[in-house]
């Protein structure tokens, strides 16, 4: 009985050693090498919960970045007059083409925020879930984006 054990274990690991052997395992991909920087032009939606018909709709162009040059690639808050959009990010992670962060305001009720995208080479889609601080308010902004372009130096000052 223990010789079919021995026998048994050696053949997994022999079949396991094959595998890695001719690369069929395959490694965790990261989106930052296949998600292209440039310039994105973006559907914004805020949406209120519990409120009929309570959303706020915008389309803008925003420039986003490599991932050596900011971990979220410049992915935040794009609605008007939202308070979240200044605010710092915080364990930010990107695996299987998906990027997830924490937003966190400043102060003891400071505004917060979760945001999950999923990325593409060339486009995205993806929310953020808000609350405001010292309330019982929350919200959630959706977004979905398209690479157009090169971001160039003009457009990228007035961000």
Known sequence: MHAYRLKSTSLCLGVLASAIAVNQVAPAQEIGTQFQPGLYEIEVELKLPNLEGASAKRQLKHCLVSKQTSQDFGLKVLSLNNPLSKCSHSKITNQSKQLRFH?????VNGAKGFATFNLQTSSFSGHIKMQM???????????NGRRIGECDLQFRSKQ
């Open 103 to 107: 937003i966190k305001c400043p102060g």
């Open 133 to 143: 601080g010292g309330k019982n308010m929350t919200m959630s902004e959706w977004q």
